[in-house]
C-alpha cells in the first residue's frame, strides 16, 4: 500500500487543510477538510494539475489576489517557504477569513520531492479578534472621555467665585454635548434667571432674560426634576409662545435640557443645550452632562457658602478694623484694608495704634495664619490683647516693642491661638523721633525719607513667629532716628506676594511706588497714598489675599 494511501485517513481526521503537490503542480494528497470548506474542489484527475478558481479569493481588503502570488504558487516558482499569508474566500460558506502558507518537502539527498501547504479557517479567531479590537477600541474611548471629563472637571473645581464657576460649567456642557448654545438658569426666590451662558451674543441674552419664568418651559420641567428633549421645536406641540419665539431667535432646533440637583433632591436651576440643527446628545454624551451637572451643583452650593461666609467674615474683619486711630499732633497716621478679593480669602490681617501714657506712639501691624471666619476671630482677640497691654496703668511702665512682642507671644501660647502668626512691633517716641523696632517674623517696614533711596528696617529686630518665640530665634529691639517729612510704611505680605513670583519682584514693586508717592517734596494725604499704593502693588486681579497698610509721617 502506497505512503498517500497509509496516511490518507489520518489526514482526512485534521481540522485544518492539507495538500500535497508534486513538482511539476500535480496533486499528491488533499484532505477531506479541503473537499468539503472549498466545495466544489478540483483537486484535478490523474496527472493534471490542481485547478484554482482565483475569482473566489481576495485580499483581506478586497482586492484581487496577483497572478503567481498565493503561497503555494511562489513555494512552486521559488523553491522556499512562504510563510502564512491572509485571504478571503467567497465560497458557499460565505466569506470566510483564511491563512495559508507553503513549504518544500525534501527528500534525504535535499532534493525537493513535493510541497506542502496548508490552509486554516481563521474566521472565528478573526472576528473574535475584531470584536476584540471594537471592545478595546471603546474601552479607550472611555477611558479617553473619562479622562476628559476629570480635566474638565478640574477646570471646574479651580473657580471659586459663582459667576466664573457657571460661565465654566456652560463651557463645558458644550464641549460634551457638541451644542451651539448653552444657557444656565439658576433659581431665586422661586423665579429662574438666566445666569451663564455659552455662545451666546448680549443682545440673545437680554431676550432670553426676558421670557417670564412661566414660559420657560425647559426649564420649569427641571425644577421638577425632568430632563427634556425637544428634537425639533417647530413641530413641537404646547411650547409657550414666548419660548418659542425666544428659541427662534436663538435660531436653535433642537433643545436638551438637565436639572441641577442637590445632594438632599433640591433642584437649584437647569442647563440648556441649544443645537442649531435637529440632534440630540447620545447616551453617551448625557450621561456625561448628568454627571457633570450633579457636580456643579455640588460646587453650586459650595461656592454659595464660600460666598457666605466670605460675606460674614468681611462684615466682622471690617467692624473690628474701623475703630478710630488715635489723632497724633506732631504726626500724620493712615490705614488702609482690603479684603480678600476671592473665595475665603479674608483673613487675619489686622494693625493697631495706640498713644500710650508717656506719649509714645505704639504702632503694630500682624498676620494672622489662616482665612476665613477663624481667621478673622483670631485676629479681633489678638488685636484686643495688644490693646489692652498698652493701656495705661498705675505705676506700670508702657510696654516697649520687644516687651509687647513677648506678651503678645505669651498669650498665643496660653491660649493656644494664633501659632505662628507674624506681627511687627514699633514706637515711636515725639521727643526724640526715635523709633524702636521688634518684629516676630514679619515683613520689614519700609522707610521713605526725602533723599536716600528708600529701605526696609528691622535688621537684628526680626525673631520667629508668635507663639515660637520660646523655642526660636528671639528678636532684639533697634532704633533709629524718623527725620522730618520720612514716611514709615507698614504692610502684610498680601501686598507684595503674588502666585508663582519671588517675594523680592514684589518688594521691589513696593519700594518703586512708595518713591513715586512719598518722594515729591510736598505733603500729600497718606491715606490717598495707601490706596494708590494698593493698586499698583496688589491689583484685585493678581491677588485673592487680604491687604493691610500702616502709614506714619513725622510732620514737617
Not at 419660548?243 to 433632591?265: H, T
Not at 488715635?326 to 494693625?351: C, H, I, K, N, Q
Not at 506700670?396 to 501660647?413: I, K, N, R, S, V
Not at 523709633?435 to 533711596?453: D, K, M, N, Q, R
Request: glycine letters at 10%.
Amino acid at each position: 500500500m502506497r505512503s498517500e494511501e497509509l496516511l490518507g485517513p489520518l489526514f482526512d481526521q485534521v481540522p485544518v487543510g492539507l495538500l500535497a503537490v508534486r513538482p511539476d503542480g500535480t496533486v499528491l494528497l488533499a484532505n477531506r477538510w479541503l473537499h468539503k470548506f472549498f466545495e466544489p474542489f478540483d483537486a484535478g484527475a490523474g496527472d493534471r494539475p490542481l485547478h484554482m478558481d482565483r475569482r473566489r479569493i481576495s485580499l483581506p481588503d478586497g482586492r484581487p489576489v496577483p497572478p503567481g502570488s498565493l503561497p503555494l504558487e511562489r513555494c512552486l516558482s521559488e523553491g522556499r517557504e512562504v510563510s502564512r499569508q491572509e485571504y478571503l474566500y467567497h465560497g458557499v460558506l460565505g466569506d470566510r477569513s483564511i491563512s495559508v502558507d507553503a513549504v518544500p518537502v525534501r527528500g534525504e539527498d535535499g532534493a525537493i520531492i513535493a510541497y506542502a501547504s496548508t490552509v486554516v479557517d481563521e474566521t472565528v479567531n478573526r472576528r473574535f479578534l475584531d470584536q476584540l479590537g471594537e471592545i478595546q477600541q471603546e474601552l479607550d474611548t472611555h477611558v479617553r472621555e473619562l479622562s476628559r471629563v476629570h480635566r474638565l472637571i478640574e477646570r471646574l473645581s479651580s473657580r471659586s467665585e459663582l459667576g466664573e464657576l457657571l460661565a465654566e460649567t456652560a463651557e463645558v456642557v458644550a464641549a460634551l454635548d457638541g451644542a451651539d448654545l448653552v444657557a444656565i438658569f439658576l433659581q431665586h426666590e422661586g423665579e429662574l434667571k438666566l445666569t451663564a451662558s455659552y455662545g451666546m451674543t448680549q443682545e440673545q441674552i437680554e431676550l432670553v432674560d426676558a421670557v417670564e419664568t412661566r414660559d420657560l418651559y425647559t426649564s420649569r420641567r427641571s425644577l421638577l426634576g425632568l430632563p427634556t428633549t425637544l428634537v425639533d421645536v417647530n413641530t413641537e406641540p404646547g411650547l409657550p409662545p414666548a419660548y418659542r419665539e425666544a428659541l427662534r431667535a436663538l435660531d436653535a432646533i433642537s433643545v436638551y435640557s438637565i436639572p441641577l440637583p442637590s445632594a438632599d433632591g433640591t433642584v437649584l436651576g437647569s442647563v440648556v443645550s441649544c443645537f442649531r440643527s435637529v440632534r440630540m446628545p447620545s447616551p453617551h454624551q448625557r450621561q456625561l452632562v448628568e454627571t457633570c451637572g450633579r457636580i456643579v451643583a455640588q460646587l453650586i452650593i459650595n461656592a454659595r457658602v464660600r460666598a457666605r461666609d466670605r460675606d460674614v467674615a468681611a462684615s466682622l474683619q471690617h467692624s473690628m478694623m474701623q475703630g478710630r486711630m488715635p489723632e497724633v499732633p506732631w504726626g500724620e497716621l493712615a490705614t488702609f484694608y482690603r479684603a480678600g478679593s476671592t473665595g475665603m480669602y479674608v483673613g487675619g490681617d489686622w494693625y493697631n495704634a495706640s498713644l500710650l501714657a508717656d506719649g509714645r506712639l505704639s504702632l503694630v501691624i500682624g498676620d494672622v495664619v489662616g482665612h476665613g471666619i477663624d481667621a478673622v476671630g483670631t485676629m479681633g482677640r489678638m488685636r484686643s490683647a495688644v490693646r489692652a497691654y498698652t493701656l495705661p496703668a498705675a505705676g506700670t511702665a508702657p510696654p516697649g516693642p520687644l516687651q509687647l512682642a513677648t506678651l503678645l507671644d505669651h498669650w498665643c501660647t496660653a491660649t493656644d491661638s494664633g501659632l505662628a502668626s507674624t506681627a511687627c512691633f514699633a514706637d515711636i517716641d515725639p521727643a526724640t523721633f526715635r523709633c524702636t523696632l521688634a518684629s516676630a517674623g514679619h515683613l520689614a517696614p519700609l522707610l521713605v525719607e526725602s533723599g536716600p533711596t528708600p529701605r526696609f528696617v528691622h535688621g537684628d529686630a526680626l525673631g520667629a513667629p508668635l507663639g515660637l518665640l520660646s523655642e526660636g530665634e528671639q528678636p532684639t529691639e533697634i532704633s533709629f532716628h524718623l527725620p522730618r517729612g520720612a514716611t514709615l510704611l507698614f504692610y502684610t505680605d498680601g501686598l507684595v506676594e503674588r502666585r508663582g513670583e519671588d517675594i523680592g519682584k514684589g518688594l521691589k514693586r513696593l519700594a518703586e511706588a512708595a518713591m513715586r508717592e512719598l518722594r515729591t517734596g510736598e505733603e500729600v494725604d497718606l491715606g490717598g497714598v495707601c490706596e494708590r499704593i494698593a493698586r499698583e502693588c496688589a491689583p484685585e486681579a493678581a491677588t485673592a489675599d487680604d491687604v493691610a497698610m500702616m502709614a506714619f509721617r513725622i510732620r514737617r
